[in-house]
């Protein structure tokens, strides 16, 4: 447990998925002590970030970390009291997941000055001292968008889900604003989405009234699985599924199966490993633990995932994807000789 100035503390505050490695034959540099960690996250809607816990949680009691959850539902102003409580409560680490930069800048800085290590998976602490473990989000965004090129040409007119000041979409903003500069008849009809769970249903009540407005829409970009979620609803509900594309980002049991459908819209996603990223989170953690450096930023490569290479493979669910794509069922991100892996299931 960490000791700090609480006095100090205090008022400061007032006014402010399955790795393909086994366990390390070298001693694990914290057994015997008691490492007490918290995971405060913004998001939980949707598949990613359950799975991304399932990897924070493997990692974890691998390294033998104690670790508790705290889960802000997409409520900024919640996941800045619960960033709060876990600097009163002195854990030895944080993982920070999603969120808003001035929702929780100072307080991640106070946790650093209180020499809590502190790592930020998909938001940006503005803290030189704060790794930030990401997708390659700009990546991500290119593979889908060209593969969107690969499928209809460089001509068409497109629906576009965002929702910006959350730092992956932000990313992936940049990619499409360069991708419609470099293919100019590539027309955005339109831009909508929201936060507000639940996020699928949402966003196809809004996609609902844009196909209404403008059925000439031929390709969806929803660079987040819950968006594209909604777009598939409202697609289907629709009619138009022989007419739309859907092009995403992220992956899981549940888009594994809607992009199997027959007839299906959704057609692509680029996607890390969920639990794989919240291993590495853990990773990143655990070195700083131990007294190493950790780079500013901490990337892992994604995979473009088709529907027509789900069919192809009969990949069912995400332990198939695991299984028949090596590139997406392991990373060496952050792995060293020290450290003791999650074992394989």
Known sequence: MKTFNKITL??????AMVSGFATANTENP???????????????QGDFPELYLKGVKRQAEALGFKLDVYDARQDASLQRNQLEQAIMKGYDGIVLQHGF?????????????????????????DNPSIPQINQDDHLIARMS??????????????AYVYVPGIPPLDRRDEVFTEFKQKYPNINEIARFGTMNNPIPNQVADQAAAVFRANPDISVA??????????IKIAVDEA???????????????S????????????????ATNPSIMGEVSVRALATLLKGEAVASQVTVPPVLIT????????????????????????SDVLVSDWMPMPKMN
């Open 10 to 15: 205090c008022a400061s505050i007032a006014g």
């Open 30 to 44: 914290f057994e015997g002590k008691e490492i007490r960690i918290a995971h405060v996250r913004y998001l939980s």
């Open 307 to 330: 529907q027509e290479m789900l069919n192809k493979q009969n990949i069912k669910n995400m332990d198939d994807l695991v299984k028949k794509i090596p590139s997406f069922s392991s």
């Open 145 to 158: 968008l060209e593969q969107a090129v690969k499928d209809n040409g460089d001509s068409w007119k497109a």
């Open 221 to 230: 970009f929803s660079p987040y699985d819950e968006f594209a979620k909604g």
């Open 239 to 253: 009619g138009l599924s022989s007419n739309v594309k859907i092009y995403s980002a992220d992956i899981s049991n």
């Open 101 to 125: 930069t001035d929702s929780i800048k100072d307080l991640a800085d106070l946790a650093v000055q209180n020499n809590i290590k502190v790592v930020a998976f998909d938001v940006n602490a």
């Open 255 to 270: 888009d594994i199966q809607a992009m199997r459908e027959p007839n299906s819209a959704w057609v692509a996603t680029v």
